[in-house]
């Protein structure tokens, strides 16, 4: 059975999302559980409701709709997040959601029932920006994440996260266990380059890589940037560089798929003639072998000792996330490489580099994801775009295993 979605209704959603937190050249900066983050869920929960869904939030603020089945069982569930990085585009995230709802209500449009309920969510603080780690709403939902720890999570701005939820009005009164699905489907654009680059339509993403961010402070000793000798300074930031240096270089000898990233770098006092006293920088360390991951960690922190140790200063660190490689359920990734190829789309099958609500659910319930191309590999970035006939081609892909796995009557 092929159900036409209204894609003109889709396409007019992502962009009125996407003026909330718009940044004057482009693209969003909604930050989890700010004021505009709020405004999103708001319409998002508007829409939901026109399409007739049940809606409920749980204790961490996240938020679904159901749409009822002829029969009261696990319903399959859709979703993603809407809120987004600093510099954030319109389409990360916001897509899996919008596409949840475009399902549900192109169902609603053609008088489809469905033997299983059928449901669209979004989830708090997918992209940690603000608050880490990520994925905390779905981690929560799915017992990956204490909701009592998470909510004391102190973020950026100094706020936590139970304060903010209150303030913004999404501290919800569901159980975090509330939302059990007979599975999880999350559409997202890729993120990368793979599939514009090879022309390829669609990806059946067989699972996750792991991920692991780590904050090093180290401490020196301020001095003066002329009168000191080399040999007598004790400096924060020579240590923080030679960390940052290491990390590229276990990236580099380990080969890919393993990536490393210095994403935030801090000296202080900052000052152009002072020698730093102290050094902040976070790791970004990512790779699909977790023994592999542990390794380029150990490496690292033995790295980040000595170097320490050298210099004369003292190193803390703190680990912000780590999550291991995640598969996906092997019968659900077939089933979206088949429905792909049966709608004439390319395919292919492949891992994802990015984290995403979807591998919080996997280890309870079958879980796959769709992917679509991302131009020139863009996200993170003002300047995201994925096509609209290709978001069509995701959404066509994402109905039919939705319809194979929740079953009609027609």
Known sequence: MIVQINLDRLMSRIMELGKIGALEKGGVKRLALTDEDRMGRDLVCRWMAEAGLTVTTDLIGNTWGIREGREDDAPVIMGSHIDSVATGGLYDGVLGVLAGLEVIE???DAGIPTKR????????NEEGARFAP?????????KALDLDEMLAVTGIDGTTVREELNR?????????????????????????????????????????????????????RSSHAGTTPMTMRRDAGVVAA???????????????????????????????????ERAMLTVDLRNTDDALLLDAETRLNAFAETVAAAED?????????RFAPVEFDQDLVAAVEEQASALGHTVRRMPSGAGHDAQMFAPNCPTAMIFVPSRDGLSHNIHEFTAPEQIGAGV???????????????
């Open 242 to 276: 030679r960390i940052a240096a290491e990390a590229r270089a276990i990236a580099d000898d380990f080969g890919a798929p393993q990536v490393a990233t210095v994403g935030m770098f801090e000296l202080s006092p900052g000052l152009v003639n002072v020698v730093p």
């Open 396 to 410: 066509d892909v994402l109905m039919q295993v939705v319809l194979n796995e929740a079953g009609t009557s027609r």
């Open 117 to 124: 309920p059928v449901g669209m969510a979004f989830f708090t």
């Open 313 to 321: 200063c003292t190193l803390r660190r703190r680990s912000l996330a």
């Open 106 to 108: 192109s169902l609603n």
């Open 134 to 142: 990520d994925m905390m709403g779905s981690g929560v939902a799915q």
């Open 168 to 220: 913004i009005g999404y501290a919800g009164t569901a159980p975090v266990m509330a939302l059990r699905p007979h599975c999880f489907l999350e559409l997202h654009v890729e993120q990368g380059p793979v599939l514009e680059n090879e022309n390829v339509a669609i990806g059946a993403v067989t699972g996750v890589q792991g991920i692991s961010w780590t904050e090093y402070v180290v401490e020196g």
